[in-house]
């Protein structure tokens, strides 16, 4: 049976509302995995995408994204974190670049699209201001090391390219 995962933005622990997501078995429902932000009202949780087993432990692997999560580049640049499906630890955390993008406002496995063998990740900054104000972006990751693969700009201002993302695996 396939796990599933539940984004909850407005998660609060000890008061602060740091956002988290949950890992549910699907035979049961029973609780596989909890993991919470570090940064109050990032929306960590608020997108979350199952992912296929880019880390090579045997379980497919989970994405959270943070699109309010204020990195060195600033408030709201954004937050991706790839988290092991079979320990729920941490496994890459990507920041976002630019102020303001909301990077990790959309997340999604993307199939493998360089044929490497691992799967590949969709990261959405539907506020990226690079070609036009308010433009956004959506950016393919390497499962397999990280870089960027592709990167797709939105086409005008104010379209909030990537304000939903979906993918596949294969």
């Given at each position: 049976?396939?796990?599933?995962?539940?984004?909850?933005?407005?998660?609060?622990?000890?008061?602060?509302?740091?956002?988290?997501?949950?890992?549910?078995?699907?035979?049961?429902?029973?609780?596989?995995?909890?993991?919470?932000?570090?940064?109050?009202?990032?929306?960590?949780?608020?997108?979350?995408?199952?992912?296929?087993?880019?880390?090579?432990?045997?379980?497919?692997?989970?994405?959270?994204?943070?699109?309010?999560?204020t990195?060195?580049?600033?408030?709201?640049a954004?937050?991706?974190v790839?988290?092991?499906?079979?320990?729920?630890?941490?496994?890459?955390?990507?920041?976002?670049?630019?102020?303001?993008?909301?990077?990790?406002?959309?997340?999604?496995?993307?199939?493998?699209?360089?044929?490497?063998?691992?799967?590949?990740?969709?990261?959405?900054?539907?506020?990226?201001?690079?070609?036009?104000?308010?433009?956004?972006?959506?950016?393919?990751?390497?499962?397999?090391?990280?870089?960027?693969?592709?990167?797709?700009?939105?086409?005008?201002?104010?379209?909030?390219?990537?304000?939903?993302?979906?993918?596949?695996?294969?």
């Amino acid at each position: 049976y396939s796990e599933y995962i539940i984004g909850s933005s407005h998660e609060s622990n000890g008061g602060l509302v740091v956002g988290g997501a949950q890992v549910r078995s699907g035979i049961d429902g029973s609780l596989v995995h909890h993991v919470e932000g570090d940064q109050e009202d990032s929306q960590f949780g608020a997108h979350v995408a199952g992912l296929s087993d880019i880390t090579g432990d045997g379980e497919p692997d989970f994405i959270v994204g943070a699109p309010k999560f204020t990195t060195a580049a600033g408030a709201r640049a954004g937050r991706a974190v790839v988290y092991s499906g079979e320990t729920g630890l941490v496994r890459h955390t990507f920041d976002g670049p630019v102020q303001g993008a909301w990077f990790g406002s959309g997340v999604a496995a993307a199939g493998d699209l360089n044929s490497d063998g691992i799967g590949d990740i969709l990261v959405a900054s539907e506020r990226d201001d690079s070609l036009f104000p308010g433009g956004g972006k959506v950016e393919v990751f390497s499962g397999a090391d990280w870089s960027v693969l592709y990167t797709w700009p939105g086409s005008h201002a104010s379209q909030y390219f990537g304000s939903s993302v979906a993918g596949g695996v294969d």
